[in-house]
């Protein structure tokens, strides 16, 4: 009878597939963690190899990119959006054009001196004795370029317009600065206080003419002739040692970086702030009483008082016409 009554309990188990190790679905994500990975560090390597100027156009490209207005163009070196639209020419300084000429001089140096004088110190010492006869300074205006004479060590030759083998390589190198540079250049000649001794020819066409054998050798060396704006000589009249008119070191040619006109417009614009202001204190200056009275004095001491304030203003205005020109660092 017990065992009639005996249930039989069949239990179902139900197996789930993967419970073990998860199945393959975690392949998929890891795979794709990976390929971003790797993506990511192939743009950070590609980007350590390239420079510092394209780095700062293809982040300029990126922050300033508009979708309706500047698809489908490049950020890469020569196109015209690059550089026209996104890319702020440098502001010439002296301390970069020194580096630079300095940098040329001793490229030149190494190309013609091979590498055994690199390896000796021969060729940076080549540099340094060119270097030596280069000035290179701020003037209104744009960046100076000098060089200069030394004793026993001329540019040119005594009398003549004729350059040295030693001026050839300095205004080679100075002509690859030029090009770096999307300015206008003016060449001038000096010359020193010591009187000509020619028959047709005096310190003003010598000065002339080698300004102008200058002018030929930039050119030579790949310079623009469009980007000559002026070629003049001043003789003995501008000296760069005043104390010894007859001092070698004025004899030299000026090469000068002429300073873009972009900020022709905001100059303009001080210089009517200027004018604006001299006109509303003007009235003030011509009303000034005659009389000792009290009340007289009173107008007396406010217009002192207005004025030094025109001055004051008038000083800061000339501050900052001079920072729109570039002439203060």
Known sequence: MSEAVRKVIIK??????????????????????????????????????VSTEKRAVMAEYFKNFSIFKESGKTFQPGSAFVIT?????????????????RKAIRGKGQGQGGQAQAASGQGTDQ???????????????????????????????LGSAEPTPKCREILAAVAEVVKEQDTKIAIEGHTDAAPFRGDQITNWELSTGRASAARRMLETNGTDPLRVARVVGYADTDLLVKENPKDPQNRRISIILLQPRDSAPVAATVQKEVKAAFQAEAPAQQAKPVASDPVAGAAVSKEDTMKQSFQEKKAEMKKKKRDVMGLWD
């Open 12 to 49: 179902k188990v139900k197996k789930r597939h993967g419970e073990g190790h998860h199945g393959g679905s975690w392949k998929v994500a890891y795979a794709d963690f990976v390929t971003a990975m790797m993506a990511f560090f192939l743009l950070l390597w590609l980007l350590s190899m």
């Open 127 to 157: 540099a340094e004795a060119l270097m030596d006869q280069v000035r290179v300074d701020a003037v209104e205006g744009g960046v100076r370029i000098q060089i200069v004479d030394k004793e026993g060590s001329p540019m040119f030759q």
């Open 85 to 101: 639209d996104h890319i702020k020419k440098a502001e010439l300084k002296p301390e970069n054009i020194a580096l630079s000429l």
